[in-house]
């Protein structure tokens, strides 16, 4: 969160509650800043609405009644305003342990349902011109050191996102991951996920080749607690969620696909290409570090839709 331009939080209890999720619930750094904003926003409009900021060991299931009605009339989609009271039945969870209030006001509250989106993926052929993407820009040999920094970098990307790819991670694990977290005996990677949890995932032979044709590019190859992806040729830092999706955009385009394309539906591709392959519905539970199977059956949704169009065309009787 360094850089962070936001305001700086005076509530006590929004203040206890984000230093607990970072550092008790190891969340990512997307779901501190969305619950940040989010109990921000209701502060504010509390202040606003009643001249007085939240008491939260008081307030009634009716002032989130009229919150919910206040998002209703801006126009706010469903999925954002399932996302603010998200961070508020969580933030209300934490006040229930530490004593501040016997119940939440927010329990069982009725909320706008969320359409069943199915997530967007890459079918393996345009995952194989994404991955390819890199090495196209990657500068002629014997160049100035730029050139040598540039083609440092298109290694990088390439071992990226055949990791991405190959291991199912979220943007934030990637950017987690450090040198010894490869076993590259066994072929495993060890992922730290949500909430601080650990799984061990397989890892192809061609996301090894790659990282190994990148690290013997660097100075230094990394060991131990070095990241396994740095920022830059000479810097020591992590690559950054940021400066990754920024240059995904540049690769989807070099790859004639939609460059809004995020690295998430990287992970949704290997989701799917797994249950195409026969994979079962628990192992991919596993492998994405899914809490509940329910998160990993939407991608049901899109195999067995082509499981039925095969099925028409094939059967007899169909």
């Known amino acids: ?7 700086p939080v005076n509530d006590e209890w929004i203040k206890n509650f984000l230093q607990h999720l970072a550092t008790d619930r190891g969340a990512s750094v997307y779901t501190q800043r969305n619950y940040r904003q989010a109990l921000l926003e209701f ?3 509390h202040q606003r609405e009643r001249r007085q900021p939240p008491a939260w060991e008081t307030l009634q299931r009716d002032d989130f009644r009229a919150y919910l009605r206040f998002l209703g009339r ?28 016997e119940t939440s006001p927010i329990k069982n509250l009725a909320l706008p349902k969320l359409g069943s989106r199915l997530p967007k993926f890459l079918t393996a052929q345009q995952m194989a011109d994404l991955l390819a993407a890199p090495l196209k820009l990657l500068p002629a040999e014997g160049r100035a050191d ?58 192809g032979k ?10 013997s590019l660097r ?26 999706q920024l240059r995904l955009k540049n690769y989807l385009a070099v790859a004639g696909l939609d460059p809004h394309l995020t690295p998430h539906k990287l992970r949704h591709s290997y989701a799917t290409h797994l249950l195409d392959g026969g994979a079962d519905l628990r192992s991919v539970q596993e492998l994405l570090g899914h809490a509940h199977l329910v998160t990993t059956q939407v991608y049901t949704h899109l195999t067995t839709e082509r499981l039925k169009r095969a ?8």
Not at 91 to 99: P, S, T
């Open 1 to 7: 969160m360094s850089g962070d331009t936001q305001p």
């Open 43 to 45: 502060h504010r409009w």
């Open 74 to 101: 801006h126009n706010l989609s469903r999925a954002a305003i399932q996302l603010r009271f998200s961070a508020l039945r969580t933030f209300y969870r934490f006040l229930v342990r530490h004593g501040a209030v």
């Open 146 to 203: 730029s050139g040598r920094a540039a083609a440092l970098a298109c290694r990088r990307d390439v071992a990226i996102l055949e990791t991405i790819y190959s291991c199912g991670l979220r943007i934030s694990e990637l950017c987690g991951l450090v040198a010894q977290d490869i076993d590259w005996n066994e072929r495993l990677v060890r992922v730290r996920g949500k909430g601080k949890k650990e799984r061990l995932v397989p890892i």
């Open 206 to 215: 061609c996301a090894l080749e790659a990282i190994k044709n990148y690290w």
């Open 219 to 244: 100075p230094v190859a990394p060991t131990g607690e070095s990241p396994a992806f740095l920022a830059g040729a000479k810097k020591l830092t992590p690559v950054s969620p940021r400066n990754l």
């Open 311 to 318: 099925y028409d065309a094939a059967h007899p009787r169909a």
